[in-house]
């Protein structure tokens, strides 16, 4: 049963910085790309990043220089560095895998970024 947990959520200023972990079972977590996705109220679910198999990565204009993925295998992690966030950073952040033609999520962690 694939289970993804995300954690690392919270309030900070603009321009601080957050780092988010999602922890995975249930599957070969080293086999497959793992993505982060955000969805802000009223708004599309939006790709944030995506990490291949193969610690190939591509990250969303909107984050690139300010966000770092990395994927623990020895752990069954992914990790998701975000620093000089800004309020439009606000959203709920998503853990996803697709494995055999299905979509599975985490529950989200909620990150607000606001003075």
């Known amino acids: 049963q694939v289970q993804l947990v995300e954690s690392g959520g919270g309030l900070v200023q603009p321009g601080g910085s957050l780092r988010l972990s999602c922890a995975a079972a249930g599957f070969s977590f080293s086999s497959y790309p793992m993505r982060w996705y955000r969805q802000a109220p009223g708004k599309e679910r939006e790709l944030v990043v995506i990490?291949?198999?193969?610690?190939?990565?591509n990250y969303a204009d909107s984050v690139k220089g300010r966000f770092t993925i990395s994927r623990d295998n020895a752990r069954n992690a992914v990790d998701l560095q975000m620093n000089s966030l800004k309020p439009e950073d606000t959203a709920r952040y998503y853990c996803?895998?697709?494995?055999?033609?299905?979509?599975?999520w985490g529950q989200g962690t909620q990150v607000t970024v606001s003075s």
């Open positions: 990490t291949s198999a193969g610690d190939t990565t």
């Open positions: 996803y895998v697709r494995r055999f033609s299905q979509d599975f």
